[in-house]
Structures are given as structure tokens and as C-alpha cells.
Nanobody
Framework: VQLVESGGGLVQPGGSLRLSCASS????????MSWYRQAPGKGRELVST????????NYADSVKGRFTISRDNAKNTVYLQMNSLKPEDTAVYYC???????????WGQGTQVTVSS
């Protein structure tokens, strides 16, 4: 199983980034996919989740209206479009996969997002 995040980097406040998580080794279309983040000195927090078929999404209050999660089951990839970025969005962002009934859970290695002028 592999979850490989990409798209992180350094961006100025107000800027945008698009994170991608390419997945392999499991039946991607049956897994709910999420993005978590962990800022320095803080615990890991859930940013957004999308259901297996993509029919439902949810977001942390802190990112609502700015971030959009999406998935392409044909490409086994989940995305996180991040707009209007703020310094407090600085964190390592992790891709997470949860199988039916959350019996199997997988994590990516993380990608750094830094928002700074």
C-alpha cells in the first residue's frame, strides 16, 4: 500500500496550493479519503474528508470556504485545493485512507505546506 502526497511548498499569505495524494495497493474506490494536518507543537487534526464515491464531503471550520477536497477514482487520487492560505495553515499535510467499517487505515508520509511572506 502506498499513499504519496505531493504539491506542498512555500506560498505567500492569500496564495493557493493544490495537494495530490496518489494511492496504490488497495481498492481506492471503496475507501473514504481524508486530509489531516499537523502544525509544529500541535496534534494532528482532521482537515477534510470525502466519501468513497465522492458524494459527500466535510471540512474543519477553520478551512470551510477556502479548501476543497475532491477525488478521481479512475486515477486513484485525492486532491485538496487550498485557497486564501493563511500563516496558520502552515503544517505537514497527510493523506489518510479508511476502508469499509474503518477496518483498514492507511497514512501517507506527509507534505510540508508553509504559508509565509
Amino acid at each position: 500500500v502506498q499513499l504519496v502526497e505531493s504539491g506542498g511548498g512555500l506560498v505567500q499569505p492569500g496564495g493557493s496550493l493544490r495537494l495530490s495524494c496518489a494511492s496504490s495497493g488497495f481498492t481506492f474506490s471503496t475507501y473514504a479519503m481524508s486530509w489531516y494536518r499537523q502544525a509544529p507543537g500541535k496534534g494532528r487534526e482532521l482537515v477534510s474528508t470525502i466519501t468513497s464515491a465522492g458524494g459527500a464531503t466535510n471540512y474543519a471550520d477553520s478551512v470551510k470556504g477556502r479548501f476543497t477536497i475532491s477525488r478521481d477514482n479512475a486515477k486513484n487520487t485525492v486532491y485538496l485545493q487550498m485557497n486564501s492560505l493563511k500563516p496558520e495553515d502552515t503544517a505537514v499535510y497527510y493523506c489518510h485512507a479508511a476502508g469499509p467499517f474503518r477496518i483498514r487505515l492507511y497514512w501517507g508520509q506527509g507534505t510540508q505546506v508553509t504559508v509565509s511572506s
